[in-house]
């Protein structure tokens, strides 16, 4: 399962009561040279169950589900730019009504700083406006980001779980409790984390068990079904530790030293307490697979 968003202008009406999207494979400039986009590219990519965010007067106004595979198709009526190629790519969708319409003022900060560089292209501009683009694919952490946004991520969990499948085994209705449970921390998880790391925050050394977070290192949406329940893939965190992990704000080295992204201020950090609190101690070898992919997607690599 991936995501995607596109931004509808003029056609919108004819996604929502024909239930397609459709772009060119390419165009021609004004020189006579032909073009082609990654934003139209994208609508090839698009396969059954790929869940897409359609943005219509700067709002998230509806979600489409990918009925099958994309395919190509004549321009369709509805599209009258001559300069575009008269193939493109069409994908037919179901379309999912939402109550909760999101704005991109209400969102932009938080994924620009979390997944605007890991969109392609990106979705936003360095003004927080929306760049001028048709589909851009997401990551699934994004998508899920999204869900949560617009009240629909209970609708999507089973297929997250389905997706996260490693191999063709049925899932248990136990395994799949604690899949569900561990997306927030709680359940197995929570508990065989808690024992991993002595009921102790792993930085600040915090010892309220009530008020830590079982945080997963590589991001549940990101990771399979297995990472999701495996220990070795979470830190027991207090909770202003977790939210600044999560949103890639700190890491953690080869050597468990504290990484400090330099979005964040230096009262900030002191606020904080990243200046007292500067090392993970006790770190394995699954801890440190794990924390080098959250150190890849933060792009702290660079700082080891």
């Not at 991936?2 to 056609?11: A, D, L, P, R, S």
């Not at 772009?23 to 897409?52: C, F, H, M």
Request: aromatic share 10%.
């Amino acid at each position: 399962m991936e995501f995607y968003w596109v931004n509808i202008g003029g056609t919108h009406k004819t996604v929502i009561d024909q239930h397609f999207l459709w772009a060119p494979k390419s165009s021609v400039s004004k020189v006579g040279n032909e073009v082609t986009r990654l934003y139209w590219d994208n609508v090839g990519k698009v396969r059954q169950g790929d869940i897409i965010f359609c943005c219509y007067d700067q709002r998230i106004s509806f979600l489409a589900i990918a009925d099958g595979d994309s395919y190509t198709e004549a321009r369709p009526m509805s599209r009258a730019f001559q300069e575009w190629d008269a193939i493109g790519n069409r994908v037919d969708v179901q379309i999912v009504e939402l109550d909760r319409k999101v704005h991109r003022d209400e969102i932009a900060t938080e994924f620009i700083a979390r997944f605007n560089n890991r969109s392609a292209p990106s979705l936003f501009s360095n003004q927080a406006t929306l760049n001028q683009i048709y589909m851009a694919h997401l990551p699934a952490d994004a998508g899920m980001y999204l869900l949560e946004a617009v009240n629909q991520l209970a609708r999507c969990e089973e297929a997250f779980i389905s997706s996260g499948a490693t191999d063709s085994a049925k899932i248990s209705a136990t395994t799949r409790e604690a899949l569900v449970m561990s997306r927030i921390g709680q359940g197995k998880f929570r508990t065989d984390v808690i024992k991993r790391w002595g009921g102790r925050c792993a930085l600040t050394g915090l010892q309220n068990v009530n008020l830590m977070v079982a945080s997963h290192i590589n991001a549940w949406a990101l990771s399979n079904n297995v990472e999701r329940l495996d220990v070795e893939n979470g830190l027991l965190l207090a909770p202003h530790i977790d939210r600044l992990f999560d949103q890639g704000l700190i890491s953690f080295s080869l050597t468990g030293e504290l990484q400090i992204s330099p979005l964040l201020s230096g009262e900030d950090r002191v606020i904080f307490g990243l200046d007292r609190f500067t090392q993970i101690q006790s770190l394995s070898r699954g801890n440190l697979s794990y924390l080098e992919r959250h150190r890849r997607r933060f792009n702290f690599l660079k700082n080891l």
